[in-house]
């Protein structure tokens, strides 16, 4: 039996561009993950191997309208000067590019910029690049998705956040990089899909989930969809014993 066909205003999917943790763990790439609306397409977080899972995909980079990073580690935003130069040369842009980030992204992406490509970086880009900054707990709306930024405790001072993403009716949660937080239950209550990560099996290190800390909650997880992202390679050995959907490069989730 065919699917009913999900009218367009109401479309919102995710692809799994990067499910990695920051050591491309099994051959597997940086975080990224492409989101897309009736009206919208637009990254969550830009690893460095970006380019890469967009072009293996066959996705036209042209396509993105913003991007929402997380965090300012460099497996999470290290993608968007490849990104800013695939603008400049190979695929030219005319139309404004949004950033949205935490405090401190502007700053870090020029920076990452200069240090990678000093002899080329344009004291102007050929077209407009818009940074929005994002505050823990303040909503902003970009063009048709509203999101949501909660800060969790992934960092000590950098603000690193979790972010809910509301669109076509449907909610989205990314929990970026943090270990657990119980408030992941509230805001995992009713949402369409959770993309939680879970970077290691059983031994913990500061900064990220375990799988045996992660498994005692995922009970009480109201969400309709679970996915865990940012594996690594001892969490990713034992995948299919889990029971628990693990996210891998070209999955594509229709919300």
Do not use: N
């Given at each position: 039996?065919?699917?009913?066909?999900?009218?367009?205003?109401?479309?919102?999917?995710?692809?799994?561009?990067?499910?990695?943790?920051?050591?491309?763990?099994?051959?597997?790439?940086?975080?990224?993950?492409?989101?897309?609306?009736?009206?919208?397409?637009?990254?969550?977080?830009?690893?460095?191997?970006?380019?890469?899972?967009?072009?293996?995909?066959?996705?036209?980079?042209?396509?993105?309208?913003?991007?929402?990073?997380?965090?300012?580690?460099?497996?999470?935003?290290?993608?968007?000067?490849?990104?800013?130069?695939?603008?400049?040369?190979?695929?030219?842009?005319?139309?404004?590019?949004?950033?949205?980030?935490?405090?401190?992204?502007?700053?870090?992406?020029?920076?990452?910029?200069?240090?990678?490509?000093?002899?080329?970086?344009?004291?102007?880009?050929?077209?407009?690049?818009?940074?929005?900054?994002?505050?823990?707990?303040?909503?902003?709306?970009?063009?048709?998705?509203?999101?949501?930024?909660?800060?969790?405790?992934?960092?000590?001072?950098?603000?690193?956040?979790?972010?809910?993403?509301?669109?076509?009716?449907?909610?989205?949660?990314?929990?970026?990089?943090?270990?657990?937080?119980?408030?992941?239950?509230?805001?995992?209550?009713?949402?369409?899909?959770?993309?939680?990560?879970?970077?290691?099996?059983?031994?913990?290190?500061?900064?990220?989930?375990?799988?045996?800390t992660l498994s005692a909650f995922v009970p009480q997880l109201a969400c309709r969809r679970l996915v865990l992202i940012h594996l690594g390679r001892?969490?990713?050995?034992?995948?299919?014993?889990?029971?628990?959907?693990?996210?891998?490069?070209?999955?594509?989730?229709?919300?």
């Amino acid at each position: 039996m065919t699917p009913p066909k999900v009218p367009e205003d109401m479309r919102f999917d995710v692809t799994v561009l990067g499910s990695s943790d920051a050591f491309c763990s099994e051959g597997h790439l940086h975080a990224a993950y492409l989101l897309e609306t009736s009206r919208s397409t637009f990254l969550v977080d830009c690893g460095p191997t970006v380019l890469l899972a967009m072009k293996r995909q066959g996705i036209d980079t042209g396509r993105v309208d913003f991007v929402v990073i997380s965090h300012l580690h460099g497996d999470h935003f290290g993608g968007l000067p490849f990104l800013l130069l695939e603008y400049m040369w190979e695929r030219p842009r005319m139309r404004p590019l949004l950033v949205a980030g935490p405090p401190g992204t502007e700053e870090a992406v020029w920076s990452l910029f200069r240090a990678l490509y000093r002899d080329i970086a344009p004291a102007r880009l050929p077209f407009r690049l818009e940074f929005l900054e994002l505050l823990p707990e303040q909503p902003v709306a970009v063009a048709d998705v509203e999101i949501l930024p909660v800060r969790v405790p992934h960092q000590a001072e950098e603000i690193s956040l979790a972010l809910c993403f509301a669109a076509a009716g449907k909610r989205v949660l990314y929990s970026g990089d943090s270990p657990w937080d119980d408030r992941f239950l509230d805001l995992a209550r009713g949402v369409d899909l959770f993309l939680c990560e879970c970077t290691f099996y059983e031994k913990q290190m500061g900064g990220h989930v375990d799988w045996r800390t992660l498994s005692a909650f995922v009970p009480q997880l109201a969400c309709r969809r679970l996915v865990l992202i940012h594996l690594g390679r001892e969490v990713r050995a034992h995948a299919g014993e889990l029971g628990v959907e693990c996210a891998t490069e070209g999955m594509r989730i229709a919300v």
